[in-house]
């Protein structure tokens, strides 16, 4: 089966370990993830401005590549990208006006008026594979293992684009649950990381990535799941610096979703480049004695 | 500390170009404070968003643009979904933040950020950051 | 007298266009209308912006280049009458239209740092540190639309934004560096320039070397082409010219590979 694949800008050189380990677990699932041809920067956030139609053209354009290529779906990783097509497709499909004139202005273009649609990584291994089947491809069940899902602000939030109801945690935490880990709420689960403000007002967000962290640990996580590369930069590779300024006391290790999910189906742990987290990330799952060699070249 | 309120020191034309840009209808807002409350950079910020609504309802325009919590704010959206009455503030934190940038000011200078930085930093918090900052 | 074909004089079988070359044009040679800076010139139809633009009596001191579509220097933005839409191509190579309005774009100011093409480091991260307004690219395709070369401005900015040298240093391969892109650009981005070092990057550091070139530098610096290059220099022009007819040349039918010279002492 295959499927349209948006990666996004940050994928293909940073969160190569969430992408790369994302492909090769859909391939492990029977999915092959197609990336799109000729794809643009989808613009991270969407542009809240009532006049404002050139800031929703970038995402448009993306769906029209969809469109193209004759699929009506389009699967995305990272948070804030899946936040920026699924609002700008709600925006085509909904307003009439707005959608004359973008398409009017894209006249290179072909016409779109909301046909495809935008869907998360774990809405899609819900829907089209399921928990149950999932579990039974688990070839390395992460016992043991017991992770804090971190949504964040972008896959909830606004209520018409969020992938479950705001407040509920049920995606991934049946997703954790099916690897066999343990999920560990706890309340700053989609409080916001700091975003974009770690370059606009970096103090403020530090002290809100702080605040996850803190309560993360509080709440008895070995670890953090997440689904963006900007909150795990803030949470992730930031922490040093928060260790460091004694924002927090403990540092945690960071994982993303498709990174735990490729462990678990027994794959070759390069396609997960650990090289881009943590040596706790690491560490950490050596830690607890799992049957994966870490050391293995990539075959 | 006391303030003037009379109607020449209500603003009309900022509450409608910002109701314009905007959407919404900042009068709808009975100031319960929910959004301050839920807000992850409040402590950051020179007053709440509640006290920006209230000023905006009175139409005071050069306080509001004086203060920094529409550029601390980091459009999360958790006042968004909590809003009892349904008021999108996002949009209006962008809306204050446009009347200001739209005039060709920018918030933060890319050309002045660190080579480091630029060089660390994922690729979306840079286009995030100057799609809501710069002009 | 009724003028036949038989008849038909000379100057009846000229040519009834105008070549420019000429101020006062042949008789029945068809002028056009054209608009530059506002004011409207009658000019033969068959010429092109740059040559018309001469024709009314402009003269070049700025925006004139290679007159061959190559170098850049005459970008051009034009309307037509009565229509909205922008238009934009290379002075010397877009023939005139009746009704334009035109404008040159001799230099658009588009941001260049400076860098050292030794110390740099070949990725991308070093373009976007140089570039940063690089990440204010809206994906509006005003670039692409202006390119008089047929660029994919958008797709290889987007290919620099993903980190994707060798992408971007293939796609913008055609650029002249006219500068339309940049004018257009709703980010002020310098697009260009942008890809000029990208392709420099792609160049000195990425593309992968020609090892038989390497190998014969090698050969030629160890020395071993001295002594016959020495024998040449030394000999007289008799010997010259009878070595040079003797000499042994590949059959242009060779198959590649097959044929070797009988004298290989100097391979």
């Known amino acids: 089966m295959k499927v349209s694949y948006y990666p996004g800008c940050t994928l293909k050189t940073k969160a190569k370990n969430l992408d790369d380990a994302a492909v090769a677990s859909m391939a492990a699932l029977g999915i092959e993830l197609e990336e799109l041809p000729r794809w643009n920067c989808c613009g991270a956030v969407h542009s809240l401005a009532d006049d404002d139609l050139i800031h929703q053209v970038a995402p448009v354009r993306d769906l029209i590549r969809v469109k193209e290529q004759g699929r009506d779906k389009v699967l995305t990783l990272c948070s804030m990208c899946y936040n920026s097509l699924a609002r700008a497709n709600l925006l085509m499909r909904d307003d009439e006006e707005k959608r004359e004139t973008i398409n009017l202005f894209m006249d290179e273009e072909m016409d779109y008026a909301g046909e495809v649609e935008v869907v998360h990584f774990l809405n899609f291994l819900k829907d089209e594979i399921g928990w149950d089947k999932l579990r039974d491809q688990v070839k390395v069940p992460l016992n043991g293992l017991k992770v804090a899902p971190y949504y964040g602000c972008t896959l909830q939030r606004p209520r018409d684009v969020a992938i479950e109801p705001p407040g509920r945690f049920e995606l991934m935490t049946q997703f954790l649950e099916a690897l066999g880990a343990t ?11 700091g975003s974009y403000q770690i370059l606009g007002n970096p103090d403020a967000a530090k002290d809100a990535a702080a605040t996850i962290l803190e309560w993360a640990e509080k709440a008895g996580a070995e670890a953090l799941v997440l689904s963006c590369p900007l909150c795990e930069f803030n949470l992730g590779k930031k922490q040093g610096a928060l260790f460091e300024e004694e924002k927090i006391m403990k540092m945690i290790p960071t994982f993303y979703i498709t990174q735990l999910l490729a462990i678990a189906l027994g794959l070759n742990p390069q396609v997960c480049h650990f090289e881009l987290n943590d040596q706790a990330s690491v560490l950490l799952l050596k830690s607890k004695g799992y049957p994966i060699e870490f050391e293995r070249d990539a075959a | 500390m006391p303030i003037k309120i009379s109607p020449k020191t209500v ?12 959407g919404q209808k900042v009068h709808q807002c009975f100031q319960c404070g929910t959004c301050g409350g839920s807000c992850p950079m409040g402590e950051h910020m020179e007053a709440l968003p509640r006290k920006i609504i209230h000023m905006a309802q009175l139409g005071m325009a050069e306080e509001i643009e004086k203060l ?17 009455r349904g008021v999108d503030l996002p949009r209006v934190m962008e809306a204050i933040r446009l009347m200001t940038l739209r005039k060709n000011n920018n918030y933060i200078e890319p ?24 002009s | 007298m009724p003028e036949t074909a038989a008849t038909e004089s000379a100057e009846q079988r000229a040519p009834k266009i105008a070549t420019g070359d000429r101020a006062i044009l042949p008789e029945g040679a068809r002028t056009i209308p054209i608009y530059v800076m506002g004011k409207k010139y009658d000019v033969p139809e068959t010429l092109t912006i740059m040559k018309a633009m001469e024709f009314a009596g402009f003269k070049f001191i700025r925006g004139a280049g290679c007159r061959g579509g190559i170098c850049g220097a005459c970008p051009t933005v034009y309307r037509k009458a009565g229509d909205y839409k922008l238009h ?39 373009i976007h540190a140089l570039y940063p307004e690089l990440f204010r ?6 670039c692409t639309k202006a390119c008089p070369m047929d660029v994919e401005v958008l797709d290889y900015i987007s290919a620099l934004k993903q980190g994707d040298i060798e992408e971007a240093a ?6 002249i560096q006219c500068g339309l892109c940049a004018s257009r650009c709703m980010g002020e981005l310098p697009q260009y320039h942008i890809a000029q070092l990208a392709r420099r990057l792609y160049g000195k550091y990425v593309a992968p070397r020609a090892e038989h070139l390497r190998k014969r530098v090698e050969d030629i610096e160890s020395g071993k082409y001295d002594n016959i290059l020495k024998q040449l220099l030394e000999m007289d022009k008799a010997e010259l010219e009878r070595r040079y007819g003797e000499r042994e040349r590949e059959p242009d039918l060779a198959p590649p590979g097959e044929w070797k010279p009988k004298e290989i002492q100097y391979l």
């Open chain 1, 183 to 193: 999920a560990v709420h706890f309340p700053a689960a989609d409080l916001c990381c």
């Open chain 2, 11 to 22: 603003d009309k034309k900022f509450l409608e170009k910002l109701e314009r840009l905007s």
């Open chain 2, 68 to 84: 920094n919590t529409c550029w601390v704010c980091a459009a999360c959206h958790s006042c968004n979904v909590r809003c009892p």
């Open chain 2, 111 to 134: 050309s002045e950020l660190p080579a480091e930085t630029v060089k660390e930093c994922p690729q979306i918090a840079l286009v995030a950051s100057f799609r809501k900052l710069t």
């Open chain 3, 88 to 126: 934009f191509g290379l002075a010397c190579q877009t023939v005139v239209e009746p009704n334009m309005y035109l404008t040159q774009i001799p230099f658009y100011p588009a941001n260049r740092t400076s860098y050292d093409i030794e110390e740099i480091e070949p990725t991308a991260e070093s």
């Open chain 3, 137 to 142: 690219c809206v994906a509006c395709n005003n």
């Open chain 3, 170 to 175: 293939r796609l913008s391969f055609d650029c």
